[in-house]
């Protein structure tokens, strides 16, 4: 991605012209002008300031300093370089310890002249004294690295409530952001190290509440400075195993509370320097501040400000010396005298055996377990040697002066089934054993012979052959068969299996055959030959205490057995019950016909058949008369013909009274159907015949279909919203509800394009802006270039440079920022050389950088902790070419006298890791890391680094946490032009980390 963006210098905008004096305009040039040059310019400011009578110091917005030019170093950075180059060392020893403890010391004896600082940060205006106010205060600050510092700040709330200030024009810093995490809610009284913030070495910063200032810079006072505190120890406790606890105190001899953050200048040695101790020290004493362990072979020394105090073994005991009055003395020069502190017990240790002590008759000894014995009586093994070949080589141990007795040669080989082995002390020779003869002549047993054991005879398994088959081994004894040849089988299978008593040799009667299978439909019978059988008895046999009968053998229910089919209906006649299946039968129905058509036959389900008169007048007897009571009676009408034969005027009868013919009532065919025609036929009589489908009804809110009216739900219904995206929407003229059109599908599967529809025009995919993140097809991280889906060339080893040129266009010009590569390694080709654009190109790592633990904050704004990686770009080309990464630098191809003083500016605005979550960091390292850029705690003004024309340098890259994948991280560059107004462009890099 490419953008322009100029601006015109400061000068030319109208509306900064009251602010802009041309003092004011020297300041913030960007000049690297002689150091008395500049202080001059500060002088003249000072002395301008001072004879403007009329200024309201406290409500009066002091000159925004932002570009403080460098001085001579301070005694405070000397000690700071002292102190970057012992922290950057692979080991520290002690003695440098103690030369930077000896640096803070020269630091401290610096006069230090604090009161412009203090004027400008801590006055208090006499006039507002004992109002409702709050004053700022700047506490001290302290170096985080070369170009960085951090402020403390504390106010004054002269209020005696709380009183709350928002962020905004009345509690804000300048310049940059108004909050900086200060408070909104202000506590009465004087508030000591409320808060903290970062600032720029090259920038100051100010803090105003309620019209009062106070500032910081690099200029303002250490915090260690300010610092008068003393390290004391208060006493030890003896623990178990040479281990002691110290407990710790200290003095602030100030009034205020100080500030000492651990590091070189606050630190426990041996190392962890950090094992507890307070950081921040308030006024007068303070007994038992924190408690160390330590060894009391080594001892502890707590460091503070170039004061220290040291634990020992030998220091004061926190509780009495139970020891004081104890002598321990055996008179045993053999063993170490002690007194348990602990205890006050007596401890005698033996000394190292062998120690040279002398007897009580006077003859040198050695001792031995805490005792003094014989030295010895030997000096060489020809000393100790007896001839004898069966007892073996004797040696002399040198050491004790002892005989030591020699291996007999002759040993055995462990295997006992091999005999003795002995030694013939004459021929001076090992004689070999007799085998053992493990045969006991016992055909029942295994004979066998174990190493270890000897012989064993166990026995063969019960049952087996034994004396040519007459006998089989029972328990490892041969016993003989009384049963062989021995038949006892009666050959009838009812009686069961006749067997031989082995003991006897006598037959044994079998145990008879049990045929009863407890089936009563079964005959039960047994054959001497075929054993038993259960044949089924005849069909129809009762079975089951009579509830039953057999049916092939098996007894079947009586399935109509207590069941009742009875419906309590006489008139269904009586119900039966079917033997066969159970299930009840109906009966023959009652005849009620009386042979009466006058009268109505029914049944009563209980009473049975019943007879009642039907209506007086019905025809009976084929016409010539009608029923009256029940009765039927002669018709007078009978024979007398009315009907004019025009069913239209209605149905003329004949009173049946009189036997006169009466008029009938004429047919009324309106059917109140406006979608028939009525009329009368005078045969047919009635007729409604549909009109034309479609004809309007319902004063037009229908129309007839198939003779009937339907109303039209749409009518009137208008569902079109115009918007093509949505589909063409419709009425259901089943429900009168709009329906939903379907919907345009504008996906072309393309991530390089802008998938959307208009309303009006439909579809439209628009190519992403060339640089786009997107994957190709075979699943490589890509950019888009004319809405397609490129693979990213990848850069994954080698030298190059993230490069600027600056080309006119018009009266201004533009950046052109790229890759140039010099012997880089691009998609797995070697050596190339060459220019590549930011958005096609994908600068690969798959190294990893751990943060030393400890590294007392100086990599904190990288944002892990010590002790956990990130992914890394490196500084050095050793570091990359040892992790096979780039070696990216930083460069500039611009001519000198572009831009003013030269410079062009590098600025942090953007980073978008794959989740989003990532933080960048660019650091460089020298005497502690310098960082530039970090996105750790949000992305200011701050973070930007310089060029100059024609210059190259380099930096480490991190990547902390964020995820795999591409990254994009955007810049700003910007310089100001030396033919007037200002030149930057947006760029954005893609770093690929795997």
């Not at 003869?437 to 004979?447: L, S």
């Not at 009563?520 to 001497?528: I, K, N």
């Not at 994908?842 to 990288?862: L, M, S």
Request: overall charge negative; hydrophobic content about 30%.
């Amino acid at each position: 991605m490419r953008s322009k963006k100029l601006r015109h210098g400061l000068d030319s905008d109208p509306r900064n012209a009251p602010h802009r004096s041309p003092l004011r305009s020297l300041l913030l040039t960007r000049s690297r002008a002689p150091l008395a040059t500049i202080v001059n310019v500060h002088l003249a400011a000072f002395v301008l300031a001072s004879c403007d009578t009329s200024a309201e110091v406290d409500n009066q917005e002091p000159e925004l300093d932002e570009t403080q030019v460098d001085a001579s170093p301070s005694a405070a950075e000397a000690f700071l370089a002292a102190h970057g180059e012992l922290t950057n060392a692979s080991s520290a020893t002690h003695d440098d310890f103690r030369r930077a403890q000896s640096a803070l010391t020269e630091l401290r004896q610096q006069p230090v002249d604090n009161a412009q600082a203090e004027s400008e940060a801590n006055a208090v205006d006499a006039r507002h004294e004992g109002g409702d106010t709050i004053y700022p205060f700047l506490e001290c600050i302290e170096p985080r690295s070369w170009k960085r510092y951090r402020a403390f700040w504390g106010y004054k709330n002269t209020s005696d409530a709380p009183r709350d200030v928002p962020i905004g024009d009345k509690n804000r810093f300048r310049p940059g952001r108004k909050d900086r995490g200060q408070p909104e809610s202000f506590a009465p009284g004087r508030n000591h190290f409320a808060f903290k913030t970062s600032f720029r070495r090259d920038r100051a910063q100010w803090w105003q509440v309620d019209g009062h200032y106070a500032k910081a810079s690099r200029r303002s006072p250490w915090c260690i400075e300010l610092a008068e505190v003393t390290p004391e120890l208060k006493c030890v406790d003896q623990l178990e195993d040479g281990k002691f606890r110290a407990h710790w105190s200290y003095t602030n001899h100030k009034a205020d509370p100080a500030r000492v953050r651990v590091g070189w200048w606050n630190a426990v040695w041996p190392p962890p320097i950090y094992q507890g101790q307070p950081q921040f020290f308030d006024a007068g004493h303070h007994e038992d501040a924190f408690q160390t362990t330590f060894d009391g072979a080594k001892g502890q020394t707590w460091w503070l400000l170039a004061q220290s105090a040291t634990a020992t073994a030998d220091s004061p005991r926190c509780g009495p010396d139970l020891c004081e009055d104890v002598v321990c003395e055996d008179n045993n020069a053999c063993t170490n005298d002690d007194c348990d502190p602990l205890t006050g017990a007596c401890v005698y240790t033996p000394v190292d055996d062998g120690t040279s002590c002398t007897l009580d008759s006077g003859a040198a000894g050695q001792c031995s377990a805490g005792e003094c014995v014989d030295a010895g009586e030997c000096d060489s093994d020809d000393d100790c040697s007896d001839g004898l070949f069966c007892n073996g080589e004797e040696t002399c141990n040198t050491d004790t002066r002892e005989c030591v007795g020699g291996t007999e040669p002759c040993t055995e080989d462990g295997d006992v089934c091999n005999g003795t082995v002995t030694c013939d002390e004459d021929a001076d020779e090992c004689l070999d054993g007799t085998p053992l003869d493990c045969e006991d002549n016992n055909e029942c047993t295994a004979d066998a012979c174990d190493s270890i054991t000897g012989c064993s005879n166990d026995p063969v398994a019960d049952g087996t052959s034994c004396e040519s088959g007459t006998g089989t081994c029972q328990a490892g004894t041969c016993v003989t068969d009384l049963c062989l040849n021995v038949e006892c089988d009666d050959n009838d299978a009812c009686n069961g299996l006749e067997v031989c008593d082995e003991n006897t040799g006598d037959c044994v009667d079998g145990t008879p055959l049990d045929c009863e299978d407890n089936n009563e439909c079964t005959a039960d019978a047994c054959d001497a030959t075929t054993g038993c059988s259960n044949e089924p008895v005849s069909n129809g046999t009762l079975c089951d205490q009579g509830g039953g009968s057999c049916q092939d053998g098996v007894c079947v229910p009586d399935l109509c057995l207590g069941n009742t089919c009875d419906d309590a209906d006489v008139c269904n006649g009586a119900e039966t019950c079917d033997p066969n299946t159970g299930d009840c039968v109906d009966g023959m129905p009652l005849d009620c016909d009386d042979d009466n058509e006058c009268t109505a036959d029914t049944c009563d389900a209980v009473t049975g058949c019943a007879s009642a008169p039907v209506d007086d007048g019905i025809s009976c007897e084929s016409g010539t008369g009608t029923c009256q009571a029940g009765t039927c009676v002669t018709d007078l009408c009978l024979g007398v013909e009315c009907d004019d034969n025009d069913v239209c005027n209605g149905l003329e009868v004949c009173d049946e009274n009189t036997g006169d013919c009466t008029p009938g009532t004429p047919l009324d065919c309106e059917d109140n159907n406006e979608c028939t025609a009525d009329t009368c036929d005078a045969t047919d009589g009635c007729a409604n015949t549909p009109v034309d489908d479609g004809t309007s009804c319902q004063d037009g809110a229908g129309t007839c279909q198939g003779g009937a009216c339907e109303l039209d739900l749409c009518f009137d219904v208008e569902c079109d919203d115009n918007d093509v995206c949505n589909g063409l929407e419709t009425c259901d003229d089943t429900t009168g509800d709009c329906v939903d059109g379907t919907a345009l599908d504008c996906d072309d599967a393309n991530e390089c394009t802008a998938d959307a529809c208009d309303a009006t025009d439909g579809c439209s995919n628009v190519a992403l802006e060339d640089g786009t993140d997107c994957t190709t097809a075979s699943g490589a991280f890509g950019s888009c270039q004319a809405g397609d889906c490129s693979a990213l060339n990848r850069y994954t080893a080698g030298h190059g440079d993230l490069a600027f040129e600056f080309e006119f266009d018009a009266d201004l010009g533009e950046f052109e920022v790229f890759v140039e590569a010099e012997g880089a390694t691009i998609n797995g080709v070697d050596d190339v050389d060459g220019s590549f654009d930011l958005d096609e190109l994908g600068i690969v790592t798959t190294a990893t950088f751990t943060r030393p633990d400890p590294d007392f904050g100086f990599f904190e704004d990288t944002c892990i902790a010590p002790g956990e990686s990130l992914h890394w770009l490196p500084q050095g080309n050793g570091d990359a070419a040892a992790n096979g990464v780039p070696f990216l630098g930083i460069a500039s191809e611009v001519e000198a006298g572009t831009f003013v003083d030269d410079v062009i500016d590098l600025q942090l605005v953007d980073v978008q890791s794959p989740d989003g979550s990532g933080h960048y960091s660019l650091w460089k390292d020298g005497f502690g890391p310098t960082f530039s850029m970090a996105s750790c705690d949000g992305i200011t003004a701050d973070d930007d680094t310089l060029t100059l024309p024609l210059g190259h340098d380099h930096f480490n890259m991190g990547f902390a946490d964020g995820g795999l994948g591409v990254w994009n991280v955007t810049y700003e560059v910007s310089a100001e032009l030396a033919a007037g107004g200002e030149a930057s462009a947006e760029v954005t890099v893609k770093y690929v980390i795997e």
